[in-house]
């Protein structure tokens, strides 16, 4: 549906560039959020003071005494130009988001393009899922994986910064209260994230999975040396594996 509004806007806009002039028509383009990369000066994008990322300088920022799915703010972060699919979690501190990204926009990441992604899609033209094995199975517990899936990149510090600051601005008007809103677009954190929001969807308190999900928020956003488990096999449950 998302790229449906993205092929018909073009189209659109396409048309109205014989209206207008070539350099207006470029700055539109530009200065809309169909474009994350071209940095213009005067962007409304990245007007205002930085709003993502470690921005309050406090110690301890990743020691959360509690965290909440938001479905709302995920639904949001998700319908943004750019973005596939958003996990949003709510603590006493902070929000933290889990992106996938989809080509609805051009320039979400910074450097690299599509090297730096950890995706192959190129067995959806053979009918796989695994173009390296053949296999046609995938783990659909997980919402992101190295074959046939939406877009993840390994470090998000790769993640384009009017991207970033897009989302952070919708974060922020839902959830005025939070003092940093941390952003990653990475395969492994966007697995955990999911399964702490089905634990959620399911009606199950997340209360269990502080310290498990402190861990994880440590290792993305400051250099923690641990990564927690699963979470199916922190409860000793059996998962399909891709």
């Known amino acids: 549906m998302k790229q449906a509004r993205y092929l018909i806007l073009l189209t659109a806009l ?28 005067g962007d409304p994008k990245m007007l205002g003071s930085r709003m993502y990322g470690s921005v309050s300088g406090l110690p301890g920022q990743h020691d959360n005494a509690w965290f909440e799915y938001s479905p709302m703010i995920s639904n949001n972060v ?10 949003v979690m709510l603590t006493d501190k902070n929000a933290y988001v889990a992106i996938t990204t989809d080509w609805t926009a051009v320039g979400t990441l910074k450097s690299g393009g599509r090297g730096t992604r950890q ?7 053979q009918g796989v ?7 046609p199975y995938w783990n659909n517990q997980r919402v992101a994986a190295p074959y046939n899936s939406n877009f993840t990149v390994n470090d998000h510090n790769q993640i ?7 989302i952070a601005v919708h974060v922020r ?3 005025p209260a939070v003092q940093e809103v941390h952003i990653s677009a990475n395969m492994d954190f966007n697995n955990h994230m999911i399964q702490y929001a089905q634990e959620a969807w399911a009606g199950h308190s997340l209360k269990p999975w502080v310290s498990s999900f402190n861990k994880l928020v440590q290792h993305q956003f400051a250099g923690g040396n641990e990564v927690p488990q699963p979470l199916e096999v922190q409860q000793g449950r059996a ?3 891709k």
Request: net charge positive.
């Open 78 to 87: 998700s319908n943004i130009n750019g973005v596939a699919g958003a996990i």
């Open 160 to 166: 384009s910064g009017e991207l970033k600051q897009t």
């Open 14 to 41: 396409t048309l109205s560039a014989t209206v207008i002039n070539g350099c207006n028509y470029q700055r539109y383009v530009q200065n809309s959020t169909y474009d994350y990369g071209s940095n213009n000066k």
């Open 173 to 175: 008007k839902l959830a």
């Open 119 to 125: 995706q192959d899609n190129s067995g959806s033209t």
């Open 239 to 241: 998962v399909f594996r």
């Open 129 to 135: 899922y695994n173009n390296d094995t053949g296999s």
